[in-house]
């Protein structure tokens, strides 16, 4: 059974960092793209980063600058450091593999984690 677990939220003060881990079983995703994923209350689910196996990244450009996302092949996990964070980065973030970047990008992975709350207070 293929699993994606995040892991790393929590409640954090504006201007603070935090690192999202999220840990792929069930599945070798060596050669797929990873992604993350953040969705606001009232919001939808919106793209933030994307990594591809050759490590090709994609940010939105919300975050660009204090979001980065990187990989462990060998712990077939994916990451998302953030760091300067806004209130507005108040979100359940999510991680997601696809077969391609395209696929992340475009909001069509095959798997989805259950998320993580991030929530930033002012």
């Known amino acids: 059974q293929v699993q994606l677990v995040e892991s790393g939220g929590g409640l954090v003060q504006a201007g603070g960092s935090l690192r999202l881990s999220c840990a792929a079983s069930?599945?070798?995703?060596?050669?797929?793209?990873r992604g993350w994923f953040r969705q606001a209350p009232g919001k939808e689910r919106e793209i933030v980063a994307a990594?591809?196996?050759?490590?090709?990244?994609y940010y939105a450009d919300s975050v660009k600058g204090r979001f980065t996302i990187s990989r462990d092949g060998a712990k077939n996990t994916v990451y998302l450091q953030i760091n300067s964070l806004k209130p507005e980065d108040t979100a359940v973030y999510y991680c997601a593999a696809g077969a391609n970047m395209i696929a992340i990008t475009t909001g069509l992975p095959n798997y989805w984690g259950q998320g993580t709350q991030v929530t930033v207070s002012s």
């Open positions: 069930g599945h070798t995703f060596s050669t797929y793209a």
């Open positions: 990594i591809t196996w050759s490590d090709d990244t």
